[in-house]
């Protein structure tokens, strides 16, 4: 299974971005079943969780709430996120990540597959 994330840039703060993760291979024919994450790490920072959409619904962390969008194409095996209103603690490399768990879901060993990060960089 491979993951392609895509979208990162450079933005002012108080703009916006939508990244996407492209799903392929394996056994990715049932992409709708997929509990899809992102996820954001800064330099010198942990990797940290940003939102997740599953079949139950969407979740996010508190710092994000509000401000991004999870969402997902199944036809197209690609799950988006939308982020208005940055600003500079946003400012990081981007993951997305794949799994089939139920629970976790804040916990990046939940998911099984990740892509190789996007960068976004917040300019004041």
């Known amino acids: 299974v491979q993951l392609q994330a895509y979208g990162g840039g450079l933005v002012q703060a108080g703009g916006f971005l939508r990244l996407s993760c492209a799903g392929s291979g394996g056994t990715f024919g049932t992409f709708s079943s997929y509990t899809m994450g992102w996820f954001r790490q800064a330099p010198g920072k942990a990797r940290e969780w940003v939102a997740t959409?599953?079949?139950?619904?969407?979740y996010y962390a508190d710092s994000v709430k509000g401000r991004f969008t999870i969402s997902r194409d199944n036809a197209k095996n690609t799950v988006y996120l939308q982020m208005n209103s940055l600003n500079s603690e946003d400012a990081a490399v981007y993951y997305c990540?794949?799994?089939?768990?139920?629970?976790?879901?804040?916990?990046?060993?939940?998911?099984?597959?990740w892509g190789q990060g996007t960068q976004v960089t917040v300019s004041s």
């Open positions: 959409i599953r079949l139950s619904g969407t």
């Open positions: 990540a794949a799994g089939q768990r139920s629970s976790m879901l804040a916990v990046p060993s939940t998911y099984d597959y």
